[in-house]
C-alpha cells in the first residue's frame, strides 16, 4: 500500500522491551491495535537495545532509522545516560540532536515518551551510584517535555504509571530490573490514543 505509514521506533531497553517476548513488546501492540482501527501502519524497524544511550542512538539507530525510510516514530531514552552520569546539559544536547534528525523526516509525527522510574524495582536501587534515582529522571524528563512542547510535539508521560510496580511483582519482570509484559502493555494503553489522534485520517 503505497501511503502506508512506515513506523520506526527508537530508544533503549524500554522499546525492544527487555523481560518480555516480541509479540508482546509495546511498539507491536501499538502497530496491531491502530491497523485494527483502520490507521494503515506497519512497524519497519525497531532498532533499540537494551544498554543504550542517546549517543548510542545517534551512531546506531539513526543509520538505521534513516534507510528505512520512516514516516512516523517514537523515542524513548534517557534512562541509560543517567546511569552512565551523562550531564543533563549533555543528555539534551543529544537530545536535540536526535529530535533535529528525526524530524527533518518525520516532521510532528514524533511521538516522545518519558523515562519510567526503575527506582521501584527490587534492583533498581543497585543503580544509584548513592544518588536519587526519582528525583534524576525527574530532571531528565523535564527536558523530554520541553522539548516536546517547544517543538510542538506530543509526549507521553509513564512516569507515573511505572511507579506501580513498587511492590507488585506482576509488574516486574524474571531480571526484577525491567517490567514484565503486563507493564508495557500499560504503557500501550497510554501511548496508543495520542499516536491514534497524530496519525488517523
Known amino acids: 500500500m503505497e501511503n502506508r505509514i512506515r513506523y520506526v521506533a527508537?530508544?533503549?531497553?524500554?522499546?525492544?522491551?527487555e523481560g518480555a517476548s516480541w509479540e508482546k513488546s509495546w511498539p507491536v501492540i501499538l502497530t496491531e491495535r491502530?491497523?485494527?482501527a483502520g490507521v494503515p501502519i506497519q512497524l519497519i524497524a525497531n532498532p533499540s537495545r537494551t544498554g543504550r544511550t542517546t549517543q548510542d542512538v545517534i551512531d546506531w539507530e539513526l543509520p538505521v532509522f534513516d534507510t528505512s525510510s520512516p514516516t512516523f516514530t517514537t523515542l524513548l531514552i534517557g534512562?541509560?545516560?543517567?546511569?552512565?552520569?551523562?550531564?543533563?546539559?549533555?543528555?539534551?544536547?543529544?537530545?536535540?540532536?536526535?529530535?533535529?534528525?528525526?524530524?527533518?523526516k518525520v516532521g510532528s509525527k514524533l511521538v516522545l515518551i518519558t523515562i519510567p522510574d526503575f527506582s521501584v524495582t527490587p534492583d533498581g536501587p543497585k543503580y544509584s551510584k548513592g544518588k536519587n534515582i526519582a528525583e534524576?529522571?525527574?530532571?531528565?524528563?523535564?527536558i523530554i517535555m520541553s522539548e516536546a512542547e517547544k517543538r510542538n510535539l506530543k509526549c507521553v508521560d509513564i512516569f507515573p504509571v511505572s511507579q506501580q510496580m513498587k511492590g507488585n511483582p506482576s509488574l516486574v519482570s524474571k531480571d526484577n530490573l525491567h517490567p514484565s509484559a503486563k507493564e508495557y502493555a500499560i504503557w500501550e494503553k497510554l501511548i496508543y490514543p495520542v499516536v491514534f489522534e497524530l496519525l488517523k485520517r
Do not use: M, P
Not at 136 to 142: D, P
Open 10 to 17: 527508537l530508544g533503549d531497553s524500554y522499546t525492544i522491551c
Open 34 to 36: 491502530l491497523s485494527n
Open 136 to 142: 534524576g529522571l525527574t530532571a531528565f524528563n523535564k
Open 79 to 104: 534512562v541509560n545516560d543517567w546511569v552512565r552520569e551523562v550531564s543533563e546539559e549533555n543528555f539534551h544536547k543529544n537530545l536535540n540532536s536526535i529530535l533535529d534528525h528525526v524530524q527533518k
